[in-house]
């Protein structure tokens, strides 16, 4: 997966259990953040850091998707206690992550990574942790979508 590939397409539940299709949303900025797992420290840690920065993530115009292999129970569960503004989608097979260059070395996971797609369907950052043990930072992020919204 490069910067300007075309994104896969891709459907997945949210964790009210809606569809959500990548497909559908072409002209939007869109910030995949693919994490480990709920309700782990830094997994939550990060997660809670968008929430955060959450009007700093809208000011960008960028709808933000959290992704994990996590199942749509898990997802709502954990959106509900952290009270988060973005979605998160069930990707519980992981074809998905793999799609997208994802997998953790921790099998069955994702690894920490912010792939962030183009008004037009295409990568226009794809950027994955070296060590999971770290998150990327908000204002990188902000920053990626930002330049894609442009």
């Known amino acids: 997966m490069q910067t300007g590939d075309k994104a896969p397409d891709f459907t997945l539940k949210d964790s009210n259990g809606d569809e959500w299709t990548l497909s559908e949303h072409e002209g939007e900025v869109i910030v995949l953040i693919f994490y480990p797992g709920d309700d782990t420290p830094v997994c939550t840690k990060q997660l809670c850091s968008v929430r955060e920065n959450w009007d700093d993530y809208k000011a960008t115009g960028a709808a933000v998707i ?43 996971r994702s690894a920490r990574a912010v792939v962030v797609v183009g008004k037009d369907g295409t990568i226009a950052s794809h950027h994955v942790q070296s060590f999971s043990i770290f998150r990327p930072k908000d204002e990188d992020v902000i920053a990626a979508a930002a330049a894609a919204a442009k």
């Open 66 to 108: 959290g992704i994990s292999t996590d199942s749509v129970e898990s997802h709502k569960s954990f959106r509900d206690k952290y009270d988060f503004p973005f979605r998160l989608l069930s990707d519980p097979d992981g074809d998905v992550i793999a799609k997208y260059g994802v997998k953790s070395w921790i099998p069955g």
